[in-house]
């Protein structure tokens, strides 16, 4: 039926709600209430937060840093990049720059790393793939993100910011190794 919108509409909207009614608004509210609840409480039990290790580090600095950790542990090449199989334990350093991530990292399975990030250039953005872990990218800034690599593989890093005409390519990789693989070394590969 036609309206002008100056007569008021045909219904019983004015009239007190339905006892269902006032039950699923208070459904709601409630629901509103424990969402509300939840921001703080996932904060501090969610287990998405960093570390908190951070400092700032002069890109020169950090570019220093990382050469040093390919220096000392690196075994093998791929592609023109370095693969660095590090300490089981020990502080691992990623270099992000236009456009490549520095170095393929080896990790062992079911062992924490200190997996440090920083840029030499740009903001970059780090996104562990297929898992969903992203994190910026900062010149400037070394981040340390604590992992435990917990199943076998090779993982990509896609850069997730965009930096440039090759940003679609900036793509690194982590290699997870099983468990028993340090007994294995130099077997079949
Ligand atoms: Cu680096 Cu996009």
């Not at 409480?41 to 840093?65: M, S």
């Not at 691992?92 to 520095?102: D, G, K, N």
């Not at 440090?116 to 070394?142: A, E, K, R, T, W």
Request: with cysteine.
């Amino acid at each position: 039926m036609y309206h002008s919108g100056i007569e008021s509409p045909k219904g019983v909207w004015w009239k007190p709600a339905h006892g269902g009614e006032k039950v699923w608004a208070a459904i709601a509210f409630a629901w509103c209430i424990v969402l509300f609840a939840m921001m703080p409480l996932w904060h501090v039990r969610g287990g998405q937060n960093p570390a908190g290790i951070r400092h700032r580090v002069e890109p020169e600095r950090y570019r220093e840093r990382v050469t040093e950790f390919i220096q000392q542990y690196q075994v093998g090449e791929e592609k023109g990049i370095p693969v660095v199989a590090p300490p089981p334990g020990s502080h691992v350093y990623i270099q992000a720059q236009m456009w490549r991530w520095t170095p393929v990292l080896r990790l062992q399975q079911g062992v924490e790393y200190i997996v440090h990030l920083s840029s030499v250039d740009m903001n970059h953005g780090f996104n562990l793939y297929p898992l969903n872990i992203n994190f910026q990218v900062v010149p400037g800034y070394d981040y340390g993100l604590k992992m435990t690599p917990s199943e076998p593989g090779e993982y990509k890093i896609i850069c997730n910011e965009f930096c440039g005409v090759g940003h679609h390519l900036m793509v690194g990789k982590i290699i997870v190794e099983p468990r028993q693989a340090a007994s294995l070394e130099g077997g079949a590969q």
